[in-house]
């Protein structure tokens, strides 16, 4: 490849970035430094990208070229001159970009090699540097005790710089912040703010400014301020961390006592840790004594280390933690290795692993202490109990109990938080910045599977699209089927018929422009429909039996919410259509979910499908000596008392006693009655037959009971007894 990236570069205008590219190559079998390495990749991932532009911008113009091509068509016998030198120049043209074209992309590919190569001599040089064994801690003390006195005296004047601390505007500015801090330290004790523990961050603040306008901003305060700023931030986030956690005392009494326990370690890491890093980012030359005199390297990590394995020790007594003792046990081992690989003189190797260990150790503490107040503002579950809901609901009057967008926003956060612990934990562990740019290119530019493209960024976006759409969705519906929606006047099977279509359209169209979002070609739905057609011949029957019997009811609505229904055995009310099922309440409050394909293809009682009036026949039996009128009297005035029933209304006739059967024992009467709501039948069933038996009875009529008669046959005297047994 590189051969043939050699040829290119001298027969076209990439000769320069060849040559570039083979320079490296060749330069790769001797001996090179990381820091010459990073400058070559730096170079090579220019040249790599400046290819990958000449390939796009060469390969647009080409399909500019072939299109114009093809327009113009095969040549023709008598075809214009003008027609034939165009095509004959385009074709020049073509040649030439065809050319150039394939020049980039050998350049790229060339490129990406040259890359590799890099990459794998600086994981051998940083694996050799990390197992080569340095001084022991003996020898590292005698080494800073030869440090020249010179380099102490220039790193004094660096932080310092010489008679500064004579100046009065240098004296000025530390007096105006020590006293401000003090100030601010007093107020805290005597404040009952919820933000007293951020006081001593004002005095930061004005301490900076002071020496900002006095022209005193030296290193030295640089670094102090922003030591002190760390060392404030941590107090108050683990404070307040535990003033939240004492007013749930049922749900976080174990956390209140981890969090007593680690706040103080956890600040002292933290504060040594921002003040280790600003020391090297203000100083460079400190940053090369750390790295030469390994003896402030293995201080440093063994100050750290030793918090860590101080704070599992404390944490060993701590009952609830016994199902973790193999991960403090763990933990334990792995500082106590630190520290020791520290002082046999594997300085590189303890900084490395120490580097990435306490970064993700802390790391992950604090994104659990955040995720607990994220767990106070968003609340522990979908009743809305979070500071954030409540605050939705006081100010924008929304309703937040059971809403769904409640649990992908808390979702989203704690996702986030622990996307950026695993970031901060990649960089902790070696992750460069062009290992971050070659997995951001993927995300964004994505990668081809067979020939499906695919782009995890726009995926990504349109995820979250649909989510939020689905969560619109559900808005709308709530605000349609409030009291003051456009529905209002609707009854209630209308509006859910038609709310529940506006609610499926509403799925349809977010699911279509999540997938139009993710780069999926919508004429390509057609092939997985038909893919899909093979499993609903075999085993999606009853799914899309039920899935279009559901639009139809909803369509044609034979049933609506709120009806009295009786299907097969169940009868009840209809309190759910869904596109597959619905939900009938029966009348001992048992739910029933009966497929929609039964609704359609079986036979369905409604009893309230254009009215709620119903007939009731109420059976009454008197005895055979009743007045057959004056029980029709008795009966029919019961029935015209009561309020419930209709008497001059078109939809029913007037309440009429008919003698219907005559038994053996009884008259058997009917009270035809037509009530207005069927809802009430039971009830006034039970009203019109107690009316009615006490006004029989106080006519002197009574109920007729069933009678049985019973023959006993006369026993013959005893002389024919007698006489027959002679016989």
Not at 25 to 32: C, E, I, K, P, Y
Not at 203 to 212: N, T
Not at 498 to 510: K, N, Q
Not at 651 to 671: H, K
Request: charged share 15%.
């Amino acid at each position: 490849m590189l051969s043939t990236l050699a040829t290119a570069g001298t027969t076209s205008d990439f000769a320069s970035d060849a040559q570039v590219l083979r320079h490296i190559h060749d330069a790769l079998d001797g001996t090179v430094s990381l820091q010459q390495l990073r400058q070559w990749q730096r170079q090579a991932q220019a040249l790599v990208a400046s290819a990958n532009a000449c390939t796009q911008r060469q390969q647009a113009s080409l399909n500019t070229i072939e299109k114009s091509l093809h327009i113009l068509g095969a040549p023709v016998v008598g075809e214009p001159a003008e027609l034939s030198q165009l095509r004959q120049k385009l074709e020049s043209q073509q040649k030439q970009i065809n050319g150039q074209l394939a020049a980039c992309k050998v350049l790229y590919v060339g490129g990406n090699t040259v890359l590799s190569e890099l990459h794998a001599k600086e994981a051998h040089i940083h694996t050799r540097e990390l197992l080569q064994r340095g001084p022991d801690f003996i020898q590292q003390i005698a080494q800073v005790l030869s440090t020249p006195k010179e380099t102490w005296e220039q790193e004094r004047d660096f932080w310092i710089r010489k008679h500064a601390v004579n100046d009065p505007h240098f004296q000025g500015a530390w007096g105006v912040g020590i006293a401000v801090y003090l100030l601010m330290i007093i107020l805290r004790r005597n404040s009952k703010s919820a933000i007293r523990e951020l006081y001593p961050l004002l005095a930061i603040i004005a301490w900076l400014l002071s020496s900002y306008l006095l022209g005193a901003l030296l290193p030295i305060t640089e670094l102090v301020l922003a030591t002190l700023t760390a060392y404030v931030l941590s107090t108050w986030l683990a404070r307040s961390m535990l003033r939240h956690l004492a007013e749930i005392p049922s749900r976080a009494q174990r956390e209140a006592v981890l969090l007593r326990v680690l706040w103080r370690p956890l600040r002292f890491i933290i504060t040594f840790g921002v003040f280790v890093l600003m020391y090297q980012s203000l100083d460079p030359q400190g940053s090369t004594i750390i790295a030469e005199h390994t003896a402030l390297l293995t201080a440093i990590h063994t100050a750290i280390l030793g918090t860590i394995i101080w704070v599992l020790w404390r944490a060993r007594r701590f009952t609830f933690l016994k199902d973790w003792r193999w991960l403090q046990l763990l933990l334990f081992g792995l500082a106590s290795a630190l520290i020791l690989l520290n002082f046999i003189g594997y300085s590189q190797l303890a900084n490395y692993l120490t580097d990435g260990f306490v970064t993700t150790l802390v790391a992950v503490i604090v994104a659990r202490v955040i995720g607990w107040f994220l767990d106070d503002i968003w609340g522990d579950d979908d009743e809305g109990d979070g500071a954030l809901p409540r605050l939705i609901r006081q100010h924008l009057g929304f309703s937040t109990q059971g809403s769904s967008w409640l649990f992908w926003l808390r979702t989203l956060s704690h996702a986030s938080l622990w996307l950026l612990v695993l970031v901060i934990s990649l960089l902790a562990w070696g992750l460069t910045r062009s290992g971050f740019h070659f997995f951001w290119k993927y995300f964004i530019q994505g990668f081809t599977v067979g020939n499906f493209h695919i782009q995890p960024f726009r995926w990504l976006i349109a995820a979250i699209l649909l989510i939020v759409l689905f969560n619109v969705n559900q808005w709308i519906q709530n605000r349609l089927a409030s009291a003051r929606g456009i529905f209002r006047h609707f009854d209630v099977g209308s509006r859910h018929s038609v709310l529940a279509i506006f609610r499926y359209v509403g799925f349809i169209i977010a699911i279509l422009l999540s997938l139009s979002t993710a780069g999926v070609a919508l004429h390509n739905l057609a092939i997985i429909a038909g893919a899909l057609s093979v499993g609903i011949g075999f085993g999606l029957q009853n799914i899309v039996n039920n899935f279009v019997s559901g639009i139809i009811l909803l369509l044609e609505r034979p049933i609506r919410v709120g009806d009295w229904v009786k299907v097969g055995t169940t009868e009840g009310y209809v309190q759910r259509l869904s596109i597959r099922s619905t939900l009938i309440l029966t009348f001992d409050r048992t739910e029933v979910f009966v497929p929609n394909s039964e609704l359609i293809s079986g036979q369905v009682t409604n009893w309230t499908y254009s009215n709620n009036v119903l007939r009731l026949m109420i059976p009454l039996r008197v005895r055979h000596d009743s007045d057959i009128d004056e029980v029709r009297e008795i009966l029919e005035e019961v029935g015209k008392n009561h309020p419930e029933v209709l008497q001059d209304d078109p939809r029913g006739i007037p309440p009429t006693a008919l003698l219907l059967d005559v038994t053996e024992n009884s008259l058997v009467f009917y009270l035809r009655v037509y009530i207005g709501d069927c809802n009430n039948s039971f009830t006034i069933q039970t009203e019109l037959r107690a009316r009615a038996v006490e006004a029989l009875y106080r006519r002197g009529i009574r109920l007729a009971h069933q009678q049985q008669d019973l023959y006993f046959p006369e026993r013959a005297p005893a002389a024919d007894r007698n006489s027959s047994a002679q016989v």
